[in-house]
């Protein structure tokens, strides 16, 4: 059975991201009634805007999803052409849809593929200009005030030991005011001798020893290893020092995020074992500014779905495990312990007695042995304490302390000339953050069509930006346009 941890959408391992804003519904123009708390769902579906202007150029920020550097976050999400994940015909490109000072504007975007980036060729029979998603990150690696673009590109077949595979090679692309360029070609990370010439996998960003300046981690491809390359990164792509140590065999990388103004925050850093469905364990390295990540790691609890954030409002970070709703197939394996089935824990950050939490239940008929999703940090009341938003299978509940409130989105009856089951047609959640810097969250939604949507949350194609968990949007659009490309010497404005 394929797990969902496996999987990673664009807006959830890569970034998230906004006062009422010139949305898209029909035209591109208007915004679109959207069903919340059990409301009526909307009746148009979000389509993309017919415009598509140049982003204007920022004096950089300290924000590693700033990509102009003008001060607004901006959402990075994933544009395909070609059909499911594994189709031979399959495209997918990183879409940039800009933030601007009436928030996020998504007739201001820019689309960007492999030779926008200028990524080398990839291994044989990949798609020529396919940038993946789940191998996409971004982070300002050398302190200039604008976010690099790093992107895992398989290379040639090596062996090391007994593994032969495509070496797993991470790019920087660099960026500037005008995001980042191909001009001078994309700079190979360099890595430690410790790392086996076989590369690196599940590159995450963080800044693990609070210093400011943003970090990246990486699994060894053969799994024997997790790298820490810490920043500021010279531009021939060398850190500014290494760290090595130990890993799980079978594992994914989860990192705190990276605090968007700036202010100096030690990032602690998951490794995630990866199971077949199963619900699978947990070790937290803890981060101090100075010291760094803790070299023993604290065994948490299991569970497939993860978020950081300060859920007790004490002003430390926090961490949440819990269950998914995914399960092993095998004879014999379709349940969980009663300590992990239908729950979450919050492991607080000052280190008192873990608070556990009961899920949404799932509805009549509903449930699939792939679960309803994974959870997002969000303060959509900007009281300073994050909630917990939890995908399900009607959309997605954010708990918040003893409070529970529905947040609902749904995709159309029909989509591609086929009508759409209504067990498909939920949204599910992608992240949140605060774009128009009015101290709260709005909250990030998404739909695609298919079973690859429907089972692991792959290929979305449509986008609600929430006025918190109310039923209104501050902005809504479809990415089905992006992939139209004009002629251009660098990336292209997609319209």
């Given at each position: 059975m394929r797990s969902r941890t496996a999987v990673s959408a664009v807006a959830v391992g890569i970034c998230v991201l906004l006062t009422p804003l010139t949305g898209c519904g029909r035209g591109g123009t208007g915004h679109q009634p959207s069903a919340s708390n059990g409301g009526t769902p909307a009746a148009e579906e979000p389509s993309a805007p017919a415009e598509s202007r140049?982003?204007?150029?920022?004096?950089?920020?300290?924000?590693?999803?700033?990509?102009?550097?003008?001060?607004?976050?901006?959402?990075?999400?994933?544009?395909?052409?070609?059909?499911?994940?594994?189709?031979?015909?399959?495209?997918?490109?990183?879409?940039?849809?800009?933030?601007?000072?009436?928030?996020?504007?998504?007739?201001?975007?820019?689309?960007?593929?492999?030779?926008?980036?200028?990524?080398?060729?990839?291994?044989?029979?990949?798609?020529?200009?396919?940038?993946?998603?789940?191998?996409?990150?971004?982070?300002?690696?050398?302190?200039?005030?604008?976010?690099?673009?790093?992107?895992?590109?398989?290379?040639?077949?090596?062996?090391?030991?007994?593994?032969?595979?495509?070496?797993?090679?991470?790019?920087?692309?660099?960026?500037?005011?005008?995001?980042?360029?191909?001009?001078?070609?994309?700079?190979?990370?360099?890595?430690?001798?410790?790392?086996?010439?076989?590369?690196?996998?599940?590159?995450?960003?963080?800044?693990?020893?609070?210093?400011?300046?943003?970090?990246?981690?990486?699994?060894?491809?053969?799994?024997?290893?997790?790298?820490?390359?810490?920043?500021?990164?010279?531009?021939?792509?060398?850190?500014?020092?290494?760290?090595?140590?130990?890993?799980?065999?079978?594992?994914?990388?989860?990192?705190?995020?990276?605090?968007?103004?700036?202010?100096?925050?030690?990032?602690?850093?998951?490794?995630?074992?990866?199971?077949?469905?199963?619900?699978?364990?947990?070790?937290?390295?803890?981060?101090?500014?100075?010291?760094?990540?803790?070299?023993?790691?604290?065994?948490?609890?299991?569970?497939?779905?993860?978020?950081?954030?300060?859920?007790?409002?004490?002003?430390?970070?926090?961490?949440?495990?819990?269950?998914?709703?995914?399960?092993?197939?095998?004879?014999?394996?379709?349940?969980?312990?009663?300590?992990?089935?239908g729950s979450l824990t919050v492991y607080p950050g000052k280190g008192g007695a873990p608070v556990t939490h009961r899920l949404p239940k799932a509805p009549k008929g509903a449930a699939t042995g792939y679960g309803p999703g994974g959870f997002v940090a969000a303060d959509p009341d900007g009281d300073g304490r994050d909630g917990i938003l939890v995908a399900t299978y009607e959309g997605g509940t954010l708990i918040d302390g003893d409070e529970r409130t529905r947040v609902r989105r749904d995709g159309p009856a029909r989509a591609n000339g086929r009508k759409t089951p209504a067990k498909w047609r939920h949204a599910r959640p992608a992240g949140a953050a605060d774009f128009n810097s009015d101290g709260k969250d709005e909250l990030i939604m998404n739909w695609g069509s298919g079973t690859t949507f429907g089972l692991y949350g792959d290929v979305p194609t449509h986008w609600w930006i929430t006025d918190g968990t109310t039923s209104r949007d501050k902005a809504s659009f479809a990415t089905t346009g992006f992939a139209a490309r004009t002629p251009s010497s660098g990336a292209s404005p997609a319209g």
């Open positions: 140049s982003p204007s150029p920022g004096k950089g920020s300290k924000d590693p999803d700033d990509i102009n550097g003008d001060g607004y976050r901006d959402l990075m999400v994933p544009v395909s052409t070609g059909g499911d994940r594994g189709a031979r015909s399959r495209d997918e490109r990183v879409g940039v849809v800009y933030g601007s000072a009436k928030g996020l504007s998504p007739s201001t975007r820019t689309v960007y593929g492999a030779r926008d980036l200028g990524l080398p060729r990839p291994a044989e029979n990949a798609v020529r200009d396919a940038v993946e998603a789940d191998k996409f990150v971004t982070a300002d690696l050398d302190g200039d005030g604008f976010p690099d673009f790093v992107t895992t590109v398989a290379g040639e077949r090596v062996t090391a030991g007994k593994i032969t595979a495509a070496r797993s090679v991470a790019y920087v692309t660099w960026g500037g005011p005008h995001g980042p360029t191909k001009r001078s070609g994309a700079t190979p990370v360099r890595l430690p001798q410790s790392v086996s010439k076989l590369g690196v996998e599940s590159v995450v960003r963080g800044d693990f020893d609070g210093d400011g300046h943003h970090d990246l981690a990486a699994l060894g491809l053969d799994r024997s290893s997790v790298v820490l390359l810490y920043g500021p990164f010279t531009r021939s792509g060398a850190p500014a020092r290494t760290d090595t140590r130990l890993a799980e065999e079978y594992s994914r990388l989860v990192a705190d995020e990276i605090d968007p103004s700036g202010k100096p925050r030690a990032t602690p850093l998951l490794i995630h074992a990866v199971g077949d469905g199963e619900q699978s364990g947990n070790t937290l390295y803890t981060a101090r500014r100075g010291t760094g990540l803790s070299q023993n790691g604290k065994q948490l609890r299991r569970g497939n779905a993860h978020t950081f954030g300060d859920f007790d409002g004490d002003g430390q970070r926090d961490v949440v495990i819990g269950d998914d709703g995914s399960r092993n197939n095998e004879p014999g394996f379709e349940t969980e312990a009663p300590e992990v089935d």
